[in-house]
Structure formats: structure tokens, C-alpha cells
């Protein structure tokens, strides 16, 4: 990759929030969903940057689709899919199927599943 001088980047919540607001209509109605890695927030520029990216209890599920009150489930950015990790802890109603309520908890396990660990070599070798 060739030496490109990018400008620091740093995170605005007011303007991610400002952008949440100006676009939601549009986006609990798009279809397909949007992006939700932040392909409208990040300069395109920066995508070519992230090595890694690590994505913990993606909602993808039934019970999930329900908590989203009928707007679709986010999906990765192709910008992004390709250096992403998408991890689901076993039984995560998040992000798993079939539901299973005596394991709701799973999706609070992510700390001590070993995933992160996992998340962390992959990303390190990425580097």
C-alpha cells in the first residue's frame, strides 16, 4: 500500500448521532438494511486502514429480529466483511437459533468464553 497522508480521525458522537437521527426513517425502511459498520460515518479513505474487525453477538436470530420491533437486522459492510470476525457464543439468542431462554445469559458470556482472546489473534494477525 502506498504512503496516503489521511487525516486523524476521531470518533464525534454528536455527529454519529446527528446522522442516527437524519437517517433512521430511511433506514428501519431500506432493503436491504444498511450497513451497520459505519460506512456512512468513517471516510471511505480510513476503510483501506482497519486491519481488524471483531463482532460479538451480531444479531442475526428470530428473537433478536423481534427486539428490533420489525426493522431489519444490521448486516457487515462489504467494506469491512472481509478483516471481520463474527463471533457467536453457543446458544447466544442474540445471534443463535433456535431460542433458548434458560440460555439468555450466553450473550453476557462473551468476556469469559475465550472469544476475545480469539478476536485478539485474529486481529494480530492481521497486522
Not at 446527528?18 to 437517517?23: D, L, P, V
Not at 451497520?36 to 471511505?44: K, N, R
Not at 474487525?53 to 428490533?68: I, Q, T
Amino acid at each position: 500500500m502506498a504512503d496516503v497522508a489521511i487525516s486523524p480521525f476521531f470518533l464525534d458522537s454528536e455527529r454519529l448521532q446527528a446522522i442516527a437521527r437524519e437517517r433512521a426513517a430511511a433506514y428501519r425502511s431500506a432493503s436491504p438494511y444498511p450497513y451497520a459498520v459505519i460506512d456512512d460515518f468513517l471516510p471511505p479513505a480510513v476503510a483501506d486502514d482497519v486491519a481488524a474487525v471483531a463482532v460479538f453477538g451480531n444479531p442475526r436470530s428470530a428473537h433478536a429480529a423481534s427486539l428490533a420491533g420489525g426493522a431489519p437486522l444490521p448486516v457487515i459492510s462489504p467494506l469491512y466483511a472481509p478483516k471481520t470476525i463474527d463471533q457467536c457464543v453457543p446458544d447466544d439468542p442474540i445471534c443463535s437459533e433456535p431460542f433458548n431462554f434458560l440460555a439468555f445469559f450466553a450473550h453476557d458470556s462473551y468476556a469469559f468464553s475465550g472469544m476475545a482472546n480469539d478476536a485478539a489473534k485474529f486481529a494480530a494477525g492481521r497486522l
